[in-house]
């Protein structure tokens, strides 16, 4: 290549891996000089839009730091480096420009939301008064924006279903782009940067609990490993689909989101491992069933597309008008996992205390909070940004509308039982057992409706309701049909009989065409 191609900036965001990075990509093809730059922008660390928790708990922060620092080694491993700046993103490209007098490009993946638009905006503004090209790509999905058989995006169905058929049967998924094992170098003189601390956030580095359902690092290396494990060491993803509605240890799902939501790893790279194991191995529901929910994915990614700002609205993608309540203090029950009702309780102590929650608990808590306690849903869509180590804006908020009754959900007034999904998923009460240890004396599955025992049952277990344990802060009528009290606290009758294994399958297909409340 001549010395006239000049020096191009790498912006990354949610990008931060060398595999399929088409940022990467075209750069090492149109430039001499490659500037891979991540920018720890302050917005991100500001107070959430309606109730300013901070927008970036400790755990998702440690696993961002540990996922910018992994970037930086595999580059440097290919002669190049990652460039690390504090600033806005829009602020330190201009200041590169200025600095460096070369730079002829400015690379970047687009997003779907509002805020990392305004950043793209800024970057363009910059550009322009500089005279420097600007390039952008569409990769953080498994289908590309511009594949989509409906076009132009307004056109995207509101109903999940719609959308994934008309993808599997009319739409293909791109090919990864391959790496080069050498990358350009820096410009020369440009100093790569340190990367913060969590104490320069002020920010504790959390301790690691020893129950997390999630232990491992940030970054690619992390990502691919995981991969690797959950593929081909051990064969799990075989059984995925029967076991993807566990609660408890590391190998009951995937556990890719926390590094998808990073970029870390490429969803089109996962697509092509399946392919491969359903090649050399074994091809069933499980291994299907991992695309179903990448699909899941793509669909709220593009649902952002497609109503913009509305996705933060209170009224929703239906412009529902609700009367949702902002009780603080019940709030302050639910986040804290003190609401009385073990299931919701032991789910939100997970989240505080690691960062993580399976997805079956998410839909639970986020039912509790806004079908039983009818509290505001974005005070949920919050809580779950600040803690998170897997948020990701369009599928966080996404699954909150459709939570709340006001986003893609064709089915009115849908609704979870505490009580049944807690028998149906921890029939006998080890996961609450688990989080929730001052109910640890209870047997069985009578450990998710303490308040129904007796006073005999209770106190032998060491329970005192209102002092050892909260009384339930709400109680729905719904509930009482799967409560059978019995002398002594001995075990519901069924929670031997249903567990996540056995329970009939509801998919996503189920709860979009099923008229009856099942839940």
């Known amino acids: 290549m001549s010395g006239t191609a000049g020096t191009a900036i790498c912006v990354l965001r949610c990008d931060l891996r060398a595999h399929d990075n088409q940022v990467l990509h075209w750069a090492q093809h149109n430039a001499d000089f490659v500037i891979p730059l991540y920018c720890f922008d302050p917005r991100h660390y500001l107070g959430t839009h309606c109730y300013s928790w901070p927008k970036t708990g400790p755990h998702r922060l440690r696993f961002l730091l540990e996922s910018v620092k992994d970037l930086r080694e ?8 990652l460039v690390v700046r504090k600033g806005k993103p829009e602020d330190v490209v201009c200041d590169l420009i200025t600095q460096l007098g070369s730079v002829t490009a400015v690379v970047f993946h687009e997003e779907a939301t509002q805020e990392e638009l305004d950043v793209e905006k800024g970057l363009c503004q910059v550009c322009g008064q500089h005279g420097v090209k600007v390039q952008t790509f569409w990769g953080s999905t498994l289908y590309h924006r511009d594949d989509l058989p409906f076009r132009p995006i307004d056109r995207l169905p509101d109903v999940y279903t719609h959308f994934r058929k008309a993808l599997e049967s009319g739409a293909r998924v791109r090919p990864t782009l391959q790496m080069p094992d050498q990358l350009k170098p820096l410009a020369p003189g440009l100093q790569e ?34 991969l690797q494990y959950y593929f081909w060491d051990t064969n799990l993803v075989a059984s995925y689909k029967e076991t993807r509605n566990g609660l408890v240890g590391m190998d009951y799902s995937t556990k890719f989101a926390p590094w998808l939501a990073l970029g870390c790893i490429s969803p089109r790279y996962i697509y092509e491992q399946i392919q491969k ?5 074994t091809a069933n529901q499980s291994t299907y069933w991992v ?10 990614r593009f649902v952002a597309l497609k109503y913009g700002r509305r996705i933060f609205s209170l009224r929703g993608l239906q412009s529902k008008e609700i009367p ?31 960062g993580f929650m399976s997805n079956r608990g998410r839909q639970n808590v986020a039912s509790f909070l806004t079908k039983d306690l009818g509290l ?45 999904q807690g028998l ?11 989080w929730v240890p001052e109910l640890q004396g209870l047997k069985g599955a009578d450990i998710h409706t303490p308040w129904a025992l007796s006073s005999a049952a209770l106190s032998q277990a060491g329970v005192t309701l209102g002092e050892t344990y909260p009384q339930p802060v709400v109680t ?44």
């Open 324 to 354: 949702w309540k902002k009780d603080l203090q019940l709030f302050n029950c639910w986040k804290e996992g003190r609401t009385g009702v073990p299931f919701v309780d032991a789910n939100m102590r997970e989240l505080s205390a690691t």
């Open 424 to 434: 149906d998923y921890d029939g006998n009460g080890d996961y609450v057992r688990l």
């Open 277 to 281: 194991y359903e090649r050399e191995r």
């Open 476 to 519: 729905a009528p719904e509930w009482s049909r799967h409560i059978h009290q019995r002398p002594g606290g001995s075990p519901h009758p069924r929670a031997s009989k249903r567990g996540p294994a056995q329970y009939k399958d509801r998919g996503i297909d189920f709860y979009f065409s099923r008229k009856k409340d099942a839940c």
């Open 74 to 81: 595999t580059l440097k491993k290919k002669g190049s480096t």
């Open 193 to 226: 940067g340190s990367i913060p601390t969590m104490e320069d956030f002020g920010q504790k580095d959390p301790v690691t609990d020893p129950r997390t359902a999630f232990p491992c690092s940030g970054g690619e290396t992390q990502a691919l490993m995981r």
């Open 376 to 420: 505001d849903w974005r005070m949920g869509a919050e809580w779950f940004e600040y803690l998170l180590v897997d948020y990701d804006v369009c599928s966080n908020y996404g699954n909150w509308l459709y939570s709340a009754g006001i986003g893609n959900d064709p089915r009115e007034n849908r609704k979870f039982n505490m009580i049944k």
């Open 291 to 300: 695309l179903f929910e990448l699909l899941w994915r793509d669909y709220f």
